[in-house]
């Protein structure tokens, strides 16, 4: 079973940074991908950035050029750098792991248990 427990949320003024860490309790290479999602009150989850296991990485429109996925192998964890962060980015912050199987065809999907970001002044 795997699991992946974030952590790094908060409350934060507008401008203001945070970074949030998802630790996978095995190798993170044996996933395909992995991501950072976010789900606002009344809103659905919707995919904040991802990155794949060649290190590949691609944003939401709205957090381009404000936030960095990364990863450390070393430390199976993966990262989300946010910067200049805004109101409309409070949210439940999820990581998520995507494991592909039967060629490819299936995948199968680990969530973490999500923290909580709050951009207020």
């Known amino acids: 079973q795997v699991q992946l427990v974030e952590s790094g949320g908060g409350s934060v003024q507008p401008g203001g940074s945070l970074r949030l860490s998802c630790a996978a309790s095995?190798?993170?290479?044996?996933?395909?991908?992995m991501g950072w999602y976010r789900q606002a009150p009344g809103k659905q989850r919707e995919l904040v950035a991802a990155?794949?296991?060649?290190?590949?990485?691609n944003y939401v429109d709205s957090v381009k050029g404000r936030f960095t996925v990364s990863r450390d192998s070393a430390k199976n964890t993966m990262y989300l750098q946010m910067t200049s962060l805004k109101p409309e980015d409070t949210a439940v912050y999820y990581c998520?792991?995507?494991?592909?199987?039967?060629?490819?065809?299936?995948?199968?999907?680990?969530w973490g248990q999500g923290t909580q970001v709050t951009v207020s002044s």
């Open positions: 998520n792991a995507g494991l592909n199987y039967n060629g490819g065809s299936s995948r199968r999907d680990y």
């Open positions: 095995r190798s993170i290479f044996t996933f395909n991908v």
């Open positions: 990155i794949g296991s060649g290190g590949d990485t």
